[in-house]
């Protein structure tokens, strides 16, 4: 249910924190206790308890992060990646600008992925892609037995 219900969660979503100044929480507010309400319905067919047991001691005894640890972790996973492309990549390059000059007004959820998870795209290592032809030969031998 959750590769399901969280696809492509990094576009739409962003975890509830606190700016500075503010007392209440900004970000996905709504949604967060959505998916809670529907976690809490799955936990309780998982562990079979009352439908008043605390949704923090279902999560507990069924294995479950809480909703929330989830989808900012889900959120962190994917900012992380966008972090780590190779400056060939569009939307690496779209992050740099992002980092190097946000948005005033309207900022896109990848700047308030970044700005969250305070992460700066150049500090990530970045990973290269292997490309390899179709027919390329890997430079060991390998010898086929049934008995192994």
């Known amino acids: ?55 923090d001691l279902l999560d507990a005894h069924a294995g479950l992060l809480q909703m929330k640890l989830l989808l900012k972790k889900i959120c962190h996973q994917a900012a992380t990646h966008i972090c780590s492309l190779p400056l060939t990549n569009p939307v690496a390059i779209q992050a740099q600008a992002y980092h190097d000059c946000p948005a005033s007004k309207h900022p896109t959820n990848i700047q308030c992925l970044l700005k969250i998870f305070n992460l700066d795209p150049l500090a990530i290592e970045k990973i290269q892609a292997s490309t390899k032809p179709p027919n390329h030969r890997l430079p060991i031998d390998t010898i086929s037995s049934k008995y192994i």
């Not at 590769?3 to 979503?13: A, E, F, I």
């Not at 962003?14 to 319905?41: A, C, I, M």
């Not at 936990?43 to 439908?51: D, P, V």
């Open 1 to 55: 249910m959750i590769p399901k219900m969280t696809y492509g969660l990094d576009v739409w979503y962003t975890p509830p924190h606190k700016e500075q100044g503010k007392k209440r929480n900004s970000g996905s507010v709504k949604y967060l206790k959505e998916f809670g309400k529907l976690q809490h319905l799955v936990t309780l067919a998982i562990t079979g308890a009352f439908c008043t047991t605390p949704t």
